[in-house]
């Protein structure tokens, strides 16, 4: 599973050449898509007007919600110091969870924000899609 937090989420509104050309991939391959936790979205909108237009103009993006137990999950995180809502949602998305048992991918433009053990790949890495 790939997932884009809130710096992913508004690069891609504003054009990023990279994850453009992945969530325009991703939406020839059936069953693939990328997720993006809700407090992103919703951060993105607040961050960068707009953000959420663009990036759910895209076939493949799907919107993580926010349910009952996300909810208790992230906001322990954040009690638990861990960062803002936003991070935090981003970070519970990337679980392991019983309907998707692969390992996920969080595409961040700061990897710094998260603890160790998290998969991250910055936005801005030559390697992202293979390139180098």
Excluded: W
């Amino acid at each position: 599973m790939i997932i884009l937090d809130t710096s992913a989420v508004v690069a891609l509104a504003q054009g990023h050449k990279t994850l453009n050309l992945l969530a325009s991939n991703m939406a020839r391959t059936p069953g693939e898509h990328l997720n993006i936790p809700s407090l992103c979205l919703m951060q993105a909108e607040a961050d960068e007007e707009n953000a959420s237009r663009h990036a759910l103009a895209y076939s493949s993006v799907a919107v993580d919600s926010l349910d009952t137990v996300a909810s208790v999950g992230v906001g322990t995180m954040i009690r638990d110091g861990y960062g803002s809502p936003d991070t935090c949602h981003a970070l519970y998305c990337a679980l392991p969870r019983p309907e998707f048992t692969g390992m996920s991918i969080l595409l961040t433009g700061n990897e710094g924000a998260y603890p160790p053990g998290v998969v991250t790949v910055d936005i801005d890495s030559p390697g992202m899609l293979g390139f180098y």
